[in-house]
């Protein structure tokens, strides 16, 4: 007979009728499953009682696919038909795998996302995925003795919407239906009951084995908003092992190992950095192929200063994300320790000491990740009395608009959290001006060249004005899934434009790092961009409106000296528009202005007259 | 009139109202519904209910409501691992047969 679990009071299911919800945390390196049973939230094993699915595929001889440790074990021999860290190309283009010429893969650049050749044929991401996904799909259900209702899954948080997007695809094509996708600190934080307390801010500190990822999560209300994201992509437990690697290729003295040895002697790196966890010093021994044998002491003391500047690099994130969180480590009410290589001694102490407060470490940090994304489908499903968490998200990137000269103004800034409208108000550039382009661009630069085109789109029919007297307000809006709509609206007339921007694939956690950090390295250089676009701006409005004002009545308020020397300077102005110097186009832009203001003040009579000629004096006054 | 826990269910359910926080015992029941006219019910419980009766086994307060203990006397509870399932499984001596499924009974 079919097993029975405990259910919460009241909330017991008819026969036939058991809401079946998983977690799935779907990793770079391992994917794990859990559930809820009888109110306790546990990871689901396989048949050989293993937690972690290698996050491998691999298409053996007929082309059908192969999940997990067997993958993994002949990703040597198979390197082109067995894909590793798939993740890294979910939702990305070619163009977005800067180390596309690294990996052993046969890429096929598509548009929207890039393909995989392999025997099997060519495959996208997401069916790759979907093959991870289907694994830990018929281990949950025979586990569970029944169809799924629904699955969490989880996705670092500054995946952007095409990467969740072509998450939820890769579940769909796996027959998994999709409760939400939640954010791994988030998930984090959950299965360690922070959102038990009625508020608090946290930091979850997530080392896995390439990628390093801190949040600062917080809570109030029962909400759980992440306020700020940062980390390493290229920082993770592998770099831990490649310094004992290095370090144990250094002692003995063996240079040029054959790729058999080099991968045996990496292996007996990760295994001497898991046995540090625990004991103060381990032993490696290996006899290579050459028959040299290889026999060090690596005690804790050495492995701690071979790493340490590794563990240094992580606090560099940190203290960004505290910094756009607009936090001290005083405001940190809990830290949760996340992913395998949190593990290692001197990171948990490097952690405590920098906030000054011993982490939350008694789940397993392999699996808190997993058992927070059951917790959450469990309540989704309907199979807990909802206290109901409503988790929000931020924008990774700033979004703005291009505006004169190629600057982008920033409209939403980075961090804000979903869902968000923003609007701000434009003007026109000339007179008569009836259409506007707006270029809705993400990103911190501050030249439209530096930051990503989202979407253009023209808002057209804006009635002839003077220069700057039409007022357009643009609207972003950001709805809870993440999709941005920008709409144009021109207040006196009302003509309207909008804009849907679904991104066919987005930015991926390196290129928005990197991103960010241009941002913080071209600070100067943006901001003397900046000013000498702006000064052209401000110099070719000038010269537009100097060049209006003369063909209107130049030749009967100015005398011929006047004139030339109005002509000279704007000359003077031109010239330097087009040099790179922002503070010599000011200088003559100021010298024009100098040389109109006797022109300006007779236009200004002129006009005065005009408007007061045959009128009755009682009739201005009224 | 008594229901009993096997020794690993009651070390099961000491362990998930350990984790749950809260909680004085088990709840065991049966209504109508189901394809065999009747089905189990299994819940935490947090308040007694007047009628309730209540059993102590291993430890554990089971209560019951003395309608479902007409169709469940004499049963035992019991926590077994099928495969990669695992949970609990009601061995009511009453039952004279089940659906399919073994989700529903009839007496």
């Known amino acids: ?622 | 009139m008594a229901i009993t826990l096997s020794e690993s269910a009651a070390d099961r359910i000491q362990k998930f109202l350990s984790q749950r926080g809260k909680g004085i015992g088990l709840r065991l029941g049966v209504r109508t519904s189901g394809c065999s006219g009747m089905a189990y019910t299994l819940e935490f419980v947090d308040e007694t209910l007047p009628d309730d009766l209540s059993f102590e086994s291993c430890g554990v307060t089971v209560l019951i409501d003395p309608k479902s203990l007409t169709f469940l006397d004499g049963t035992e509870l019991d926590f077994v691992r099928e495969g990669l399932n695992e949970g609990f499984k009601f061995n009511n001596p009453n039952v004279k047969n089940t659906c399919g499924c073994g989700e529903s009974f009839n007496v």
């Open chain 1, 1 to 622: 007979m079919a097993l029975l679990q405990i259910a919460e009071p009241g909330l017991c299911a008819d026969p036939h009728q058991h809401r079946l919800a998983i977690g799935i945390d779907l990793g770079t390196t391992n994917s794990l499953v859990a559930t809820v049973r009888s109110g306790s939230a546990d990871v689901l094993e396989d048949e050989a009682g293993r937690a972690l699915l290698p996050s491998v595929v691999r298409y053996v001889q007929d082309g059908s696919p192969e999940v997990g440790l067997d993958a993994q074990l002949r990703q040597s021999d198979d390197p082109h038909n067995t894909i590793v860290s798939v993740k890294r190309f979910m939702g990305r283009g070619l163009k977005d795998v800067q180390d596309a010429a690294a990996t052993p893969y046969r890429f096929v650049d598509a548009p929207g996302m890039l393909r995989l050749e392999t025997r099997a044929g060519v495959k996208s991401p997401v069916e790759v995925s979907a093959e991870i996904l289907k694994t830990l799909r018929g281990r949950a259900e025979a586990a569970l003795g029944g169809e799924l209702t629904g699955a969490v899954i989880t996705v670092p948080a500054y995946f952007d919407d095409a990467q969740r997007q072509a998450t939820k695809d890769a579940a769909r094509l796996a027959g998994v239906n999709v409760l939400r996708l939640l954010n791994e600190p988030t998930a984090a934080a959950i299965a360690y009951g922070l959102d038990n307390a009625s508020q608090g801010t946290f930091c979850i500190y997530d080392l896995g084995g390439g990628t390093f990822d801190i949040s600062i999560l917080r809570l109030s209300q029962g909400i759980f908003e992440v306020v700020a994201t940062n980390g390493d992509s290229k920082l993770g437990g592998d770099d831990f092992d490649e310094r004992i690697y290095r370090w144990v290729v250094e002692q003995s003295g063996v240079g040029d190992l054959s790729a058999g040895d080099a991968r045996l002697l990496l292996s007996l790196a990760r295994k001497a950095k898991e046995a540090l966890t625990e004991k103060d010093e381990t032993r490696i021994t290996a006899t290579l192929s050459s028959g040299t044998v290889v026999d060090r002491v690596l005690t804790v003391d050495t492995f701690f200063m071979l790493t340490a500047d590794l563990i240094t690099r992580t606090l560099g994130p940190t203290r960004k994300a505290l910094r756009d969180a607009g936090l001290s480590v005083d405001d940190i009410d809990g830290v949760v320790l996340v992913g395998g290589s949190t593990r290692m001694r001197h990171v948990r102490s490097a952690v405590a000491k920098y906030f000054q407060r011993e982490p939350l470490t008694n789940l397993d940090p392999d699996q808190v990740v997993a058992l927070g994304a059951a917790m959450q489908a469990n309540l989704l499903v309907g199979n807990r009395k909802s206290d109901d968490w409503l988790l929000l998200d931020v924008i990774p990137l700033s979004l703005g608009l291009e505006t004169m000269g190629g600057l982008v103004e920033k409209v939403i800034p980075r961090n804000a959290t979903l869902p968000v409208t923003r609007a701000q108000d434009f003007t026109t550039f000339k007179d008569g001006q009836t259409a506007m382009s707006v270029h809705v661009l993400q990103g911190e630069r501050e030249l439209t060249s530096d930051c990503r085109s989202l979407a253009r789109f023209e808002l057209r029919g804006i009635p002839p004005m003077v220069a700057g007297a039409a007022r357009i307000r643009v609207t972003f809006q950001v709805d809870a899934d993440g999709l941005l709509s920008v709409s144009a609206r021109e207040q006196a007339s009302g003509v309207e434009a909008t804009i849907e921007v679904k991104p066919s694939y987005g930015l991926g956690d390196d290129e928005i790092a990197r991103m960010l950090q241009d941002s913080f390295t071209h600070a100067n250089d943006d901001m003397a961009a900046r000013n000498l676009r702006e000064q052209r701006v401000d110099g070719l409005r000038l010269l537009e409106a100097t060049q209006a004002a003369l063909d209107m009545d130049g030749w009967q308020l100015l005398s011929d000296t006047e004139r030339v020397t109005i002509d000279r300077a704007m000359e003077t102005l031109r010239v330097m528009l087009d040099g790179q110097d922002h503070t010599a186009i000011k200088r003559a832009a100021d010298s024009l202005n100098r040389a109109t203001a006797q022109f300006a003040a007779r236009r200004m009579d002129v006009s005065i007259q005009r408007a007061l000629a045959g009128q009755r004096l009682d009739a201005i006054e009224a």
